[in-house]
């Protein structure tokens, strides 16, 4: 080998080492960070009680905070979008949690949503439904709900709810025409528990009696304990009380370790 070629090959080695790095291989070495949609209620009216209804805020609230310290993406919708209303009951603004969310969110007592039907279900890893009586009234009933949520469970996603966020669950069917919570254990507002509460006769449907009558072995707790149910991929949790842990069984379905 020549010293010419020689010197030729030596420069060519010096100008590769000054080359930088590329975007794409940047970006190889910090993977994105998980993507989690929190889905409130549009619905505001308790049946026909005359009583204000919506979302109950720490529900929302408390998973949002479990979801952001685990690094993760965080977006609400709700079925129709625009503001959503927080249940009144709800507003513990002596509570920290919601007082973040509250400062993050709220505009009065309502946050702002963008409707289900816009989200791309190929750009989030796991879909929660956040309860409060109003969900019992629009959530069954919402295709983007049912369409969203099958299309999350069946790209290997996660699918978690709270309380009375399971009544977006009683509809939801695969590709193979199953029920999603057909054979699976699960937990939500239970029919005792709404008989505490005296609201059995202003709700549309018993949440539990109908995620049994869809094929779902439901696990009770006492009343207003706190009870979460992990089967596959499929996270419930039974009041407010199982908010947060239901939050940390979607983080660590996701495979990151809550604090």
Known sequence: MTPRLLASLAAAVFALALVP?????????????????????????????????????????HPWHVFKRAGFEVSLASPMGGDAPIDPTSLDRTDPVNAAFLDEYASGNAVPTR????????????????????TMFDFPQCPAVKAKTAAVYERGGVVGAVCHGPAALVDVTLADGSHLVDGKRVAAFTNAEERAVELTDAMPFLLQSTLQERGAEFVPAPNFEANVVVDERLVTGQNPASAEGAAEAIVVLLNVSPD
């Open 115 to 134: 409707p289900l039907n816009d989200v791309d279900p190929a750009s989030i890893d796991a879909i929660f439904f956040a309860g409060g009586h109003g």
């Open 21 to 61: 790095l590329g975007p794409a291989r940047a970006q190889a070495t910090q993977p994105a960070a998980k993507h989690v949609l929190i889905v409130v209620t549009n619905h505001a009216d308790l049946g026909d009680t005359g009583r204000p209804t919506g979302f109950y805020l720490s529900e929302a609230a």
